[in-house]
């Protein structure tokens, strides 16, 4: 298993839709930024401003971070945890 550290902070939770297939979404209250180290095969996607993370219960998260895409980017590719 591979990980990567990232400082982060709740952003949202999505908990599937409803019987209408209207998104049924959680705002996280405000944070300040924490460290949290993250298993690489949890994470579904990453925006400039976001990680989509798959987490317990069939929710899905977003999570706001420092830094940018490029540096994520470039870690991973470090690793060899990413096809340019």
Do not use: C
Request: glycine share 4%; hydrophobic share 40%; aromatic share 10%.
């Amino acid at each position: 298993m591979k990980y990567i550290s990232i400082r982060i902070r709740p952003d949202r939770v999505f908990h599937g839709y409803d019987e209408n297939r209207t998104l049924i979404v959680d705002k996280m209250p405000a944070s300040d930024f924490v460290e949290k180290v993250i298993k690489i095969e949890r994470i579904l996607s990453v925006t400039e401003d976001y990680i989509f993370i798959e987490t317990p219960h069939d929710t899905v998260q977003t999570w706001e971070y420092e830094g940018d895409l490029a540096e994520i980017k470039r870690r991973l590719a470090a690793v060899g945890m990413l096809i340019d």
